[in-house]
């Protein structure tokens, strides 16, 4: 691991957008969050973390024509990661 990947949570600065996309997402659930939609004690920066990474992984593992269930699974995630 590099001392530039340890310095920001052991994350590879590599890819700033995906970076800039999981702050924007961070930031969407908080407000989500103070709003009451949210329960108080979940942990945004890791929901976040899981629904970027998820929705990559779908997108770039389907092979075109394949018929998947990205959406639904995109869509379970939350539900998931806040029971």
Do not use: C, K, W
């Not at 340890?6 to 994350?11: D, E, I, P």
């Not at 329960?39 to 945004?44: I, K, L, Q, V, Y």
């Not at 997108?59 to 990205?70: E, V």
């Amino acid at each position: 691991m590099s001392r530039s990947s340890l310095s920001n949570g052991g994350r590879s600065s590599a890819s700033p957008a995906f970076d800039a996309i999981q702050h924007a997402v961070t930031a969407y659930l908080q407000a989500e969050q103070h709003a009451g939609r949210i329960p108080a004690g979940s942990d945004t920066g890791t929901i976040a973390l899981a629904l970027v990474g998820t929705t990559h992984h779908l997108l770039m593992t389907r092979s075109p024509g394949q018929a998947t269930d990205a959406e639904a699974t995109t869509r379970r995630l939350p539900a998931v990661l806040l029971a």
